[in-house]
């Protein structure tokens, strides 16, 4: 059940806009298509919705292979950024679209708009014509008109894009109530990772038409597979750095030449896995300590280039040999451009990645 992607392949002449795609989402399940600009992911919703055919590859619907079926017959609900609403008719007729197209008799459309409308909050317009209406308005009849056929699957792309930040953060919580509460299988387009961590369940991480890593929101932050999912997952982004691998009297190190790191407890593991010497610390900013002190041993020396108060927390920019990095400190760090600084990883937290193959190694 759910729907099940097989190999998946879209190429427009030469351009392969989605290479390969193999991807499971469970019945009930919320998962995000995540990823830059460009990447592939409006292709491979719309050849979900059969709008798009692919080069190769099979969709499975609810365990019915639907290549050759029209949008219509797919059991998809789906919902564009740019609405798609009809503006000269009314919000009631809007959402009876649907259901008149399927012949549902009428007793069932008036109960069916009653139910949708009160869950999304359009009741009290129900009478105004569509092109009368605010822009989340609108969004939540777009929302209105595909639910309220009931589709086992729900294809959403980049909804919410037109909105404001602050509509933006209420139509997400309601977005995901609703999804929680009719347990409905959710496919979401975006390339804002606050939404897709925030409402997945299981986020698909794309990149030039090809899978990165799919996983929870967790595991993606946490243990992200290579330096792509690294870099794009978090805000601000994580600090990466240079380094060579070296060895000396039974232990191992990341040689970042303006410091080293010991890294014995992960010599057996870097050494099996790296393809090379070369090799990249990774570190959020968040999982960086800032000092007055060298009051660690591994402290690294160095001083304040930029303070960015953001409220709960600040971003504090520094330089480390050649390269600017960024670490998280609480809201109340004050320091002043030039203040003399150590700092300090938090050791669990810091990743090896194989420079030659962007994967991560620990
Ligand atoms: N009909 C088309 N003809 C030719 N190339 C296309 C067509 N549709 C998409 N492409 C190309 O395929 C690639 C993937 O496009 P797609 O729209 O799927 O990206 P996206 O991830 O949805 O990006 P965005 O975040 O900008 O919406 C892009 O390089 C795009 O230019
Ligand atoms: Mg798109």
């Known amino acids: 059940m759910g729907l099940h992607i097989e190999n998946l392949r879209k190429e427009f002449g030469k351009l392969v806009a989605v290479k390969d795609l193999s991807l499971k ?15 592939g992911k409006s292709t491979t919703l719309n050849m979900i919705a059969g709008l798009l055919y692919p080069t190769s590859g099979s969709i499975f619907i609810d365990d019915v292979l639907v290549n050759e079926l029209p ?21 009631h007729d809007n959402l009876a679209f649907g259901l008149k197209i399927r012949k549902t008799p009428k007793n069932e459309i008036d109960k069916r708009i009653k139910e949708v409308a009160e869950f999304l909050r359009i009741g009290d ?22 639910m309220i056929v009931k589709p086992s699957l729900f294809l959403l792309d980049e909804p919410l894009s037109n909105l404001d930040a602050a509509l933006r953060a209420v139509m997400r919580v309601e977005l995901k109530k609703m999804q929680k509460e009719l347990k409905q299988t959710v496919v979401y387009v975006t390339h804002d990772q606050l939404e897709a961590m925030t409402m997945s369940e299981r986020i698909a991480v794309m ?31 994580m600090n990466f750095i240079d380094c060579s691998f070296a060895e000396k009297d039974g ?6 030449g303006v410091f080293s790191l010991d890294i014995t407890e992960f010599h057996e593991i ?15 900013p968040e999982d960086v300590k800032i000092m007055n002190q060298p009051s660690m041993d591994e402290a690294i020396e160095t001083s304040v280039y930029m303070v960015e108060p953001i409220g709960v927390k600040t971003i504090v ?14 809201g109340g760090f004050r320091a002043a451009i030039g203040d003399r600084k150590w700092i300090a990883f938090q050791r669990p937290k810091v990743h090896i990645i194989d420079k030659k193959t962007g994967s991560v190694v620990v």
């Open 25 to 39: 989402v469970e019945t009930g399940e919320f998962v995000s298509l995540l990823g830059p600009s460009g990447c």
């Open 71 to 91: 949008p219509r017959d797919r059991k998809i609900g789906l919902v564009f950024q740019n609405y798609a609403v009809f503006n000269h008719m009314t919000v």
């Open 125 to 146: 317009v129900l009478d105004k014509r569509a092109g009368g209406l605010r822009l989340d308005q609108l969004q939540r009849v777009a929302i209105g008109r595909s």
């Open 207 to 237: 990149n030039k038409g090809e899978l990165q890593q799919y996983d929870t929101p967790s595991v993606i932050y946490n243990h992200p597979k290579n330096q792509f999912v690294a870099n794009f997952i978090g805000s601000p982004s």
């Open 251 to 256: 232990k191992a190190f990341l040689d970042a």
């Open 270 to 284: 870097v050494k099996a896995q790296a393809t090379s010497s070369e090799l990249i610390l990774a570190i959020r």
């Open 317 to 330: 920019t520094m330089p480390i040999g050649n390269r600017m990095f960024k670490a998280l400190a609480a």
